[in-house]
């Protein structure tokens, strides 16, 4: 038994040493709270310029950079104090919270990994898109959901080119097609942005129909373009780099597509037609509510307010007969609606178009659930490859956990000592009446036990412009949580210099 058990654990360690480690970014650590949690200046960056500050400390003199500095601190060492046995870390919906910020963390990470670091840019490529980086285009379009019909209007056009708005006339009985402008760097898809930008246009000029999905043509005029000339060198220089990104962006795109289409190969999803519009039904207010139940039905969640839908569903769904029905199936695999409803948890659904009428919404429900599966399949093969270890990853998990954690026991002091005023309303009392006093005597607590790299923290330079940077077309659209608002002190003497 003895020698089967040793010949287990060295093949185990032979396949464990034969899985290679994902490559990681270098770190660099700001603060080290007594060994138990940390703060690196990328996060101490985007924690300062990602969300708006308070008003006590907007700007970038050393004296609001300390104020940040105690904030975060602060927060680090309230979810110390909250610990591992806060009746938060129990909770099943804010476990799944975690998990899924920590996978879509995940996702993009491999995104970066297995495509946007294989991009190579050649200089002709660079050379031709600069020609048209400074071009806007003043178009008129339509989209039409099926290739027979599209087939047909393609034809017509074809012929004469000039029938146009007619043809959209007796396809949507509109008088007028929708207009917009254009730009190089708009986050245009990336079969639009070729036919745009990668050739010269003419005013008057129809363009080939785009099919940018399976059930989806665009139908482009030209009706006018201008060019933003650069003139500078400065202006020269910022606009090469606005194509380097932008072609690296498109390069990356198509790189991973091809990726996740290897990945998803062979699987088919079919649903359980029966149950699929009876969620319809029961899903479409909840996600698209009228103005009037926005206003009426607003919901205050303990963690990320734009979860709000996910949540919503996770309690709508009733709780009997349905949850056990089947309601898809892919790749072999039966999803009950318990099974969706339990996924939502960690992968709130994301919808294509953000405006969706009621008989579009089972086209779009079928494609935000179609993107899950998607999402779910990906976040296997990340797991596969142990991104799920890197740095920065653990990073983001911790800053999330630590900010609930932190925001949980800042308000369970504020009970404990019968604080009874609105937060939002009296911070500023708040602040310099009780938690000012409190957060000084965890910093006697942790006295000295707190490292800064005093020549790092010098270096900071922030903006004094209020930024709220959000992730488009993900399940959890905030890049980071919202700033800490624990304390207006300044002073820093309870820390002390980390040695090289």
Same mark, same amino acid.
Not at 189 to 206: M, N, P, R, W, Y
């Given at each position: 038994?003895?020698?089967?058990?040793?010949?287990?654990?060295?093949?185990?360690?032979?396949?464990?040493?034969?899985?290679?480690?994902?490559?990681?970014?270098?770190?660099?650590?700001?603060?080290?709270?007594?060994?138990?949690?940390?703060?690196?200046?990328?996060?101490?960056?985007?924690?300062?310029?990602?969300?708006? !500050?308070?008003?006590?400390?907007?700007?970038? %003199?050393?004296?609001?950079?300390?104020?940040?500095? =105690?904030?975060?601190?602060?927060?680090?060492?309230?979810?110390?104090?909250?610990?591992?046995?806060?009746?938060?870390?129990?909770?099943?919906?804010?476990?799944?919270?975690?998990?899924?910020?920590?996978?879509?963390?995940?996702?993009?990470?491999?995104?970066?990994?297995?495509?946007?670091?294989?991009?190579?840019?050649?200089?002709?490529?660079?050379?031709?898109?600069?020609?048209?980086?400074? !071009?806007?285009?003043?178009?008129?379009?339509? %989209?039409?959901?099926?290739?027979?019909?599209?087939?047909?209007?393609?034809?017509?056009?074809?012929?004469?080119?000039?029938?146009?708005?007619?043809?959209?006339?007796?396809?949507?009985?509109?008088?007028?097609?929708?207009?917009?402008?254009?730009?190089?760097?708009?986050?245009?898809?990336?079969?639009?942005?070729?036919?745009?930008?990668?050739?010269?246009?003419?005013?008057?000029?129809?363009?080939?129909?785009?099919?940018?999905?399976?059930? @989806?043509?665009?139908?482009?005029?030209?009706?006018?373009?201008?060019?933003?000339? +650069?003139?500078?060198? #400065?202006?020269?220089?910022?606009?090469?780099?606005?194509?380097?990104? #932008?072609?690296?962006?498109?390069?990356?795109?198509?790189?991973?597509?091809?990726?996740?289409?290897?990945?998803?190969?062979?699987?088919?999803?079919?649903? @359980?037609?029966?149950?699929?519009?009876?969620?319809?039904?029961?899903?479409?207010?909840?996600?698209?509510?009228?103005?009037?139940?926005?206003?009426? =039905?607003?919901?205050?969640?303990?963690?990320?307010?734009?979860?709000?839908?996910?949540? #919503?569903?996770?309690?709508?769904?009733?709780?009997?007969?349905?949850?056990?029905?089947?309601?898809?199936?892919?790749?072999?695999?039966?999803?009950?609606?318990?099974?969706?409803?339990?996924?939502?948890?960690?992968?709130?659904?994301?919808?294509?178009?953000?405006?969706?009428?009621?008989?579009?919404?089972?086209?779009?429900? !079928?494609?935000?659930?179609?993107?899950?599966? !998607?999402?779910?399949?990906?976040?296997?093969?990340?797991?596969?490859?142990?991104?799920?270890?890197?740095?920065?990853?653990?990073? =983001?998990?911790?800053?999330?956990?630590?900010?609930?954690?932190?925001?949980?026991?800042?308000?369970?002091?504020?009970?404990? +000592?019968?604080?009874?005023?609105?937060?939002?309303? @009296?911070?500023?009392?708040?602040?310099?009446?009780?938690?000012?006093?409190?957060?000084?005597?965890?910093?006697?607590?942790?006295?000295?036990?707190?490292?800064?790299?005093?020549?790092?923290?010098?270096?900071?330079?922030?903006?004094?412009?209020?930024?709220?940077?959000?992730?488009?077309?993900?399940?959890?659209?905030?890049?980071?949580?919202?700033?800490?608002?624990?304390?207006?002190?300044?002073?820093?003497?309870?820390?002390?210099?980390?040695?090289?």
């Amino acid at each position: 038994m003895k020698i089967k058990t040793l010949l287990l654990s060295l093949s185990l360690l032979i396949i464990a040493c034969g899985v290679k480690a994902p490559k990681e970014p270098k770190e660099k650590i700001l603060v080290n709270i007594a060994g138990l949690s940390t703060i690196s200046v990328n996060e101490f960056l985007r924690r300062a310029e990602y969300v708006p !500050r308070p008003d006590y400390c907007r700007s970038n %003199t050393y004296l609001h950079k300390k104020i940040i500095l =105690n904030s975060l601190i602060a927060e680090k060492i309230l979810a110390l104090e909250a610990g591992k046995d806060s009746p938060l870390l129990s909770k099943i919906e804010f476990q799944h919270f975690i998990k899924g910020h920590k996978e879509q963390a995940m996702r993009r990470y491999m995104h970066h990994i297995e495509a946007t670091d294989k991009v190579i840019l050649e200089t002709t490529e660079i050379k031709n898109a600069y020609k048209f980086a400074g !071009r806007e285009y003043h178009i008129v379009y339509f %989209t039409l959901d099926d290739s027979s019909t599209a087939n047909k209007a393609q034809r017509e056009l074809a012929t004469d080119p000039k029938r146009f708005q007619d043809i959209y006339f007796q396809i949507a009985g509109n008088t007028s097609a929708p207009q917009r402008k254009v730009k190089w760097k708009n986050n245009e898809h990336i079969k639009l942005h070729h036919a745009l930008f990668s050739h010269d246009l003419i005013k008057g000029q129809v363009l080939q129909p785009i099919k940018v999905d399976e059930n @989806n043509y665009v139908f482009i005029k030209i009706l006018a373009w201008t060019d933003d000339m +650069v003139i500078t060198e #400065k202006q020269r220089q910022e606009r090469l780099d606005d194509v380097r990104e #932008k072609l690296t962006q498109i390069k990356a795109g198509a790189i991973w597509d091809k990726r996740v289409a290897q990945i998803m190969r062979g699987k088919r999803m079919d649903f @359980n037609d029966d149950v699929f519009y009876i969620l319809t039904e029961l899903l479409y207010d909840i996600y698209f509510p009228s103005a009037e139940k926005k206003r009426n =039905n607003a919901i205050n969640q303990l963690w990320q307010q734009e979860d709000e839908q996910a949540q #919503k569903v996770i309690h709508d769904i009733p709780d009997d007969a349905l949850l056990q029905q089947p309601f898809l199936s892919v790749d072999g695999n039966v999803w009950t609606v318990k099974d969706f409803r339990t996924k939502l948890m960690s992968h709130p659904l994301v919808f294509r178009n953000q405006h969706v009428g009621s008989k579009e919404f089972p086209q779009q429900f !079928r494609l935000a659930v179609a993107d899950l599966v !998607r999402d779910y399949y990906v976040t296997q093969k990340a797991y596969e490859a142990g991104y799920d270890n890197v740095n920065i990853i653990k990073r =983001n998990v911790n800053m999330w956990r630590d900010t609930f954690l932190a925001f949980n026991e800042k308000h369970r002091y504020l009970e404990s +000592v019968g604080e009874t005023r609105s937060f939002a309303q @009296n911070y500023h009392k708040i602040l310099k009446e009780t938690l000012n006093p409190y957060i000084n005597e965890l910093q006697k607590k942790y006295y000295k036990k707190i490292k800064l790299d005093f020549d790092a923290f010098e270096d900071i330079v922030l903006t004094s412009i209020d930024l709220f940077v959000k992730y488009n077309q993900q399940p959890f659209k905030s890049v980071v949580p919202l700033f800490p608002v624990i304390t207006d002190d300044h002073l820093i003497e309870y820390v002390d210099k980390m040695k090289d």
